[in-house]
């Protein structure tokens, strides 16, 4: 599967952004998904994952209750909405996938993961 995130920019502090991340070549319900990112200066992280079909989600704590994952898989695409965004979010976004499903999602971590999008940048300015 090749995976195309897009939907970065630069935005305010307290301001919104839509990630998206398109799969082609194969089915993204295939795949639970999830969304890393990495800051200068600093090791890639996860920030959410998800399910095959959606009906599990995880997040890191930093960003709970700001960030939503979802995804949609009759249109081959997972999306990462981002609001009360703060400058420590900024960071370079990387939407992967996993093939299979997670027993747990909380276990989900890069080394898991099997294919990759090319990174998305989102600046947030303070």
């Known amino acids: 599967v090749q995976l195309q995130a897009s939907g970065g920019g630069l935005v305010q502090a307290g301001g919104s952004l839509r990630l998206s991340c398109a799969a082609s070549g194969r089915a993204l319900s295939s795949y639970a998904m999830g969304w890393f990112r990495q800051a200068p200066g600093k090791e890639r992280e996860v920030v959410a994952g998800i399910s095959r079909s959606g009906g599990s989600t995880y997040y890191v704590d930093s960003v709970k209750g700001r960030f939503t994952i979802s995804r949609a898989n009759a249109a081959n695409t997972m999306y990462l909405q981002m609001n009360s965004l703060k400058a420590e979010d900024t960071a370079v976004y990387y939407c992967?996938?996993?093939?299979?499903?997670?027993?747990?999602?909380?276990?989900?971590?890069?080394?898991?993961?099997?294919?990759w999008g090319q990174g998305t940048l989102v600046t947030v300015s303070s």
């Open positions: 992967a996938g996993h093939l299979g499903d997670y027993n747990h999602l909380a276990n989900i971590d890069q080394r898991g993961m099997n294919y």
